[in-house]
């Protein structure tokens, strides 16, 4: 079975700072993966996804970019982090009988 | 294009009440069906799935979820609710359309009152 992790659990950062958040996967190969973001009070928004290296697509205009350096890495990015980028990040793999989550990160934006 | 509503955005029941969560979804075909719950703090943590079969399908932790494909609707049941069954629910539809891609709901916070 897959395995996912997040990195890093929790963080803090000042307004106009650059964020990076990764994601790697255990236990496939060529995976799609996911960025999801969840905000306080509300559900969960795709961000992100992509079917293997170097493949992004974006579902929704934002202050944030991502990248998939290697088959089983996603790599969530910003150069200057806003106070709306807070929230809940986490990382997936979808697959047909159910879709795998990582543990998250708990950004907050300061 | 696909899309999951839970109209409910917060439930209080009693513990050892029942419970429903609603949700409904839109999709062309035949869609694959997903509750998930949160814990605060937490990720998330697949509690059943409805791929094909018998529309009653039974979960983790016991909950249940029926399909029910004339209302487009996949609700969520548990017969007496628990105090640690206190967390954010989820529905999500899977779609297979140029990669498998899952659909969320925005989420029912239920709580437990003693």
Avoid: M
Avoid at chain 1, 79 to 85: F, I, N
């Amino acid at each position: 079975s897959q395995t996912i992790h997040q990195w890093p659990a929790t963080l803090v950062q000042p307004v106009g700072s650059p964020l990076s958040l990764e994601c790697t996967v255990e236990g496939t190969s060529n995976p799609n993966l996911y960025w999801y973001r969840q905000a306080a009070g509300r559900g969960l928004q795709l961000l992100f996804y992509s079917v293997g290296i170097g493949q992004i697509s974006s579902e929704v205009p934002q202050n944030l970019s991502a990248s998939r350096p290697q088959d089983r890495q996603f790599i969530l990015s910003s150069k200057k982090l806003l106070l709306s980028d807070s929230g809940f990040y986490l990382c997936a793999c979808p697959r047909l009988d159910a879709q795998y989550f990582g543990p998250g990160t708990r950004l907050t934006v300061l | 294009a696909q899309s999951v509503t839970q109209p409910d955005i917060h439930i209080t029941v009693s513990e050892g009440a029942s419970l429903e969560l609603r949700c409904n979804y839109s999709y062309g075909a035949t869609p694959y069906l997903f509750w998930y719950v949160q814990s605060p703090g937490q990720g998330l943590q697949l509690l059943l799935k409805y791929f094909s079969g018998d529309t009653l399908v039974q979960g983790i932790k016991g909950f249940e979820a029926e399909f029910k494909r004339s209302q487009s609707s996949f609700n969520l049941r548990k017969p007496s609710v628990h105090w640690s069954d206190a967390a954010e629910y989820f529905c999500a539809v899977g779609a297979n359309t140029g990669g498998f891609k899952t659909i969320f709901g925005a989420g029912t916070r239920l709580f437990v009152k003693a």
